[in-house]
Every structure is written in C-alpha cells, then in structure tokens.
C-alpha cells in the first residue's frame, strides 16, 4: 500500500516544478530591494547587452579638444635668461600682444663671444584653436618650400628649419595650438641650424 503522506509530498513537488517552469518562460525584472537578481530577456529572444551610443558622445570628444588647448600666456612659454648659459642677456624691448583672443609675445637674447655679438630672437603665439594654428603653419610651411630648402626636424607636432641665405637660420615648429620660432641673425655671428634647433627644442620643450 502507498504511503498517503508520499502521495501528497509528490503532488506538492510537482506543483512547484510546474510553476517554476511557467515563471522561466517569461520576463524577470530587477528587484528594487535585490539588484543581484538579473534581468532576463523574454523566451526566445537574444538581449544586446552593449549599451548604446550616448547623445553626449559628440559633446565628450568637443570637450577633449578643448582641454588640450595651451592656454598660458605666450609670454610665460617663451624662453627665458635661465634658459641660456652664462654669459647671455637680454637686449631690446620685449614685443607683445597679449590679452587679445591670440597672444604674440618676442624677446631677443645676446652672446658676448670674442667680442662678437649673437642675437637669437624667440617668437611664440598663442592661437584661440588648433585649427587656427594649422593654418598658419601652413602658411609659413608653404612660403619657405617656395622660396629655400628645408628640412625636418623632431620638435612638437611638426617642425622644420632652414637657412635664410644672407640673414641667419630659422626653426618653426607647431604644438597643438602654439606656434614657436626661433630665429639666429648670421650678420656678426655664422651660427648655424644646429644652434636653432636646439633652442627650439628647448622652448618646445616649455609649451604645455
């Protein structure tokens, strides 16, 4: 004879599995006061759980472009007299149109040598944008390829340097949205593309 009580926990057994198996076969949401429990996609379809595009995306990558900015003065990246060694000094009245949408800032230092003068004349500006910067690097790039040869040089985000002939040596370069130059006069002092590049490796090297 069967058991009445194995009879009755059976039924009840069954009755749970039943249910279970119904509850699986349709949507289980987030519980409020359990986020451990997962949701689940309905029966038979297969959830996306990458999460889409957001409206700000646009928005982010403007906001990136802007804190790359260099928004110092122009006459806080130029070279200073403790950039140089001993025995320079600075001559001259310093040049500056700072506290307009695009800074320009000049000072030109001295070498006294075998009683020879070296001027080398720092120039930086300060663009209100890259794109503003780009342009006028182009500019210059595409007026020395007409009229001198150049060559490249590794200062910045592009840099090129080049002899004047019968005026001195010149190195340009563009950092994000600065542009930097460094011009030696040859007229009491032979100098050389070594000399402006290194000084303008060094004034790149204070642009940030």
């Known amino acids: 004879m069967i058991d009445k009580r194995l009879v009755i926990t059976l039924a009840c057994l069954s009755g749970i599995?039943?249910?279970?198996?119904?509850?699986?076969?349709?949507?289980?949401e987030i519980s409020p006061s359990n986020p451990l429990i997962i949701n689940m996609s309905p029966a038979g379809s297969h959830g996306d759980t990458t999460p889409l595009?957001?409206?700000?995306?646009?928005?982010s990558t403007s906001e990136n472009a802007q804190?790359?900015?260099?928004?110092?003065?122009?006459?806080?990246?130029?070279?200073?007299l403790d950039d140089f060694p001993v025995g320079w000094k600075l001559v001259g009245e310093e040049v500056t149109s700072?506290?307009?949408?695009?800074?320009?800032?000049?000072?030109?230092?001295?070498?006294?040598?075998?009683?020879?003068?070296?001027?080398?004349?720092?120039?930086?500006?300060?663009?209100?944008?890259?794109?503003?910067?780009?342009?006028e690097y182009s500019s210059i790039l595409a007026e020395v390829t007409?009229?001198?040869?150049?060559?490249?040089?590794?200062?910045?985000?592009?840099s090129f340097a080049y002899e004047e002939t019968g005026f001195g040596f010149r190195c340009v370069f563009i950092k994000r949205n600065v542009i930097g130059i460094?011009?030696?006069?040859t007229f009491l002092y032979g100098g050389s593309l070594?000399?402006?590049?290194?000084?303008?490796?060094?004034l790149g090297k204070r642009i940030s």
């Open 194 to 202: 070594d000399d402006v590049k290194k000084y303008a490796d060094l």
């Open 182 to 185: 460094i011009d030696m006069s």
């Open 67 to 80: 804190q790359q900015l260099i928004t110092k003065d122009a006459s806080e990246l130029a070279l200073a």
């Open 146 to 158: 007409k009229r001198y040869s150049f060559e490249k040089t590794n200062i910045g985000d592009d």
């Open 17 to 28: 599995i039943l249910t279970g198996c119904a509850t699986s076969s349709g949507t289980s």
């Open 98 to 135: 700072e506290g307009t949408q695009e800074g320009y800032f000049s000072r030109t230092f001295v070498s006294q040598e075998l009683g020879m003068t070296q001027p080398l004349v720092c120039r930086v500006k300060v663009f209100s944008s890259i794109n503003h910067a780009e342009e």
């Open 53 to 59: 595009p957001s409206d700000n995306a646009a928005t």
